[in-house]
């Protein structure tokens, strides 16, 4: 593994644990050129996943995008690490078994929004602002009427 400090690809596996319910295994490793420490995980991928952007470009799916998006919306919010792991990773088990290897931004944003309405309604209503693309008070006035009355249809 390549170092991120030195690039140096000679370094030490020093811990591993199985993490995500046993879906990954985080390993702490030493480079052997700098002496930095950092953290890898390993994941299996049932497989490769592209991303059909809304302009009709193709790009290579990236988990950790998707975590940088979750972050930002869960920022200063009570929700444990290993909950927002185990939600996107539910997300891309769900991606990986639809069975095409193109899957549309929309759907990955529509599964996002899912999960994260099961988990935190703030941070929901922060990534909707970005995926549904806010632009007024009014706009968040508008989603937050519609959930409250499909929330009430649900009840």
């Given at each position: 593994?390549?170092?991120?400090?030195?690039?140096?690809?000679?370094?030490?596996?020093?811990?591993?644990?199985?993490?995500?319910?046993?879906?990954?295994?985080?390993?702490?490793?030493?480079?052997?050129?700098?002496?930095?420490?950092?953290?890898?995980?390993?994941?299996?991928?049932?497989?490769?996943?592209?991303?059909?952007?809304?302009?009709?470009?193709?790009?290579?799916?990236?988990?950790?995008?998707?975590?940088?998006?979750?972050?930002?919306?869960?920022?200063k919010r009570p929700v444990k690490q290993d909950q927002i792991e185990r939600m996107?990773?539910?997300?891309?088990?769900?991606?990986?078994?639809?069975?095409?290897?193109?899957?549309?931004?929309?759907?990955?944003?529509?599964?996002?929004?899912?999960?994260?309405?099961?988990?935190?309604?703030?941070?929901?209503?922060?990534?909707?602002?970005?995926?549904?693309?806010?632009?007024?008070?009014?706009?968040?006035?508008?989603?937050?009427?519609?959930?409250?009355?499909?929330?009430?249809?649900?009840?």
């Amino acid at each position: 593994m390549r170092c991120p400090f030195c690039a140096s690809e000679d370094s030490q596996v020093k811990d591993s644990r199985h993490t995500e319910e046993g879906q990954a295994i985080r390993r702490r490793r030493l480079c052997n050129s700098c002496g930095a420490r950092f953290t890898t995980f390993e994941r299996v991928q049932l497989r490769e996943l592209t991303v059909l952007k809304k302009t009709g470009r193709r790009a290579p799916f990236e988990r950790e995008k998707m975590t940088r998006s979750v972050m930002i919306a869960l920022q200063k919010r009570p929700v444990k690490q290993d909950q927002i792991e185990r939600m996107i990773t539910g997300i891309i088990r769900r991606l990986e078994s639809l069975g095409n290897n193109e899957i549309s931004s929309d759907q990955i944003g529509q599964m996002v929004m899912e999960g994260l309405s099961h988990l935190d309604s703030v941070g929901y209503v922060r990534y909707a602002s970005v995926y549904k693309d806010f632009h007024e008070v009014s706009d968040f006035e508008s989603f937050i009427d519609e959930e409250k009355l499909a929330n009430e249809d649900e009840n």
